[in-house]
């Protein structure tokens, strides 16, 4: 899991939007499920959604 954030983390850096995040992602833990929770915390990451 350690590596699963260094990469959400590296992805952050090369996306723009939450959505490229989410793919990136995607691409490279396919399997992972999850995916309600991925978009939210890729939004929140992004700034696209205010986090209390």
Same mark, same amino acid.
């Given at each position: 899991?350690?590596?699963?954030?260094?990469?959400?983390?590296?992805?952050?850096?090369?996306?723009?939007?939450?959505? *490229?995040? #989410?793919?990136?992602?995607?691409? /490279?833990? $396919?399997?992972?499920?999850?995916?309600?929770?991925?978009?939210?915390? *890729?939004? #929140?990451?992004?700034?696209?959604? /205010?986090? $209390?």
């Amino acid at each position: 899991m350690c590596q699963y954030l260094k990469d959400f983390d590296e992805a952050t850096k090369a996306s723009s939007n939450s959505a *490229a995040l #989410v793919n990136k992602l995607k691409g /490279k833990y $396919p399997t992972i499920g999850g995916d309600s929770i991925l978009d939210l915390s *890729a939004k #929140v990451i992004m700034g696209e959604v /205010k986090w $209390p």
